[in-house]
């Protein structure tokens, strides 16, 4: 079974910035596509940034030039760094993996979630 932990959330006001990460298994962090998707209160779970087992990265246009999605080898962390945040990205925030080399955002490519942390931001 895939371990997904993600580290708490936070709050920030508008323009400001946060990082998002979480811990993910040996295995499934070496050879599977790795994903964070959000969760807005009212919207469908909609994928933010997706890196795959080449490191190729891919986002969703509202994330693209903001947000960056990266791995840290050394204690298989997934990291999400987001930038220039707007109320508009308040939501929960779930780290994903999906149980294949190569992913985009379908939901059924993804096979274990994390529990979701919270972004709050402030205007």
């Known amino acids: 079974q895939v371990q997904v932990v993600e580290s708490e959330g936070g709050s920030v006001q508008a323009g400001g910035s946060l990082r998002l990460s979480c811990t993910v298994s040996?295995?499934?962090?070496?050879?599977?596509?790795l994903a964070w998707f959000r969760q807005i209160p009212g919207k469908e779970r909609e994928g933010v940034a997706r890196?795959?087992?080449?490191?190729?990265?891919f986002y969703a246009d509202f994330a693209e030039g903001r947000f960056t999605i990266s791995k840290v080898n050394a204690n298989r962390t997934l990291v999400l760094n987001m930038n220039s945040l707007t109320p508009e990205d308040s939501g929960t925030y779930i780290c994903?993996?999906?149980?294949?080399?190569?992913?985009?955002?379908?939901?059924?490519?993804?096979?274990?979630w994390g529990q979701g942390t919270q972004v709050t931001v402030s205007s």
């Open positions: 890196i795959d087992v080449l490191d190729d990265t």
């Open positions: 994903a993996v999906g149980e294949k080399m190569f992913c985009l955002f379908a939901l059924d490519d993804f096979q274990s």
């Open positions: 040996e295995y499934a962090f070496d050879h599977y596509c």
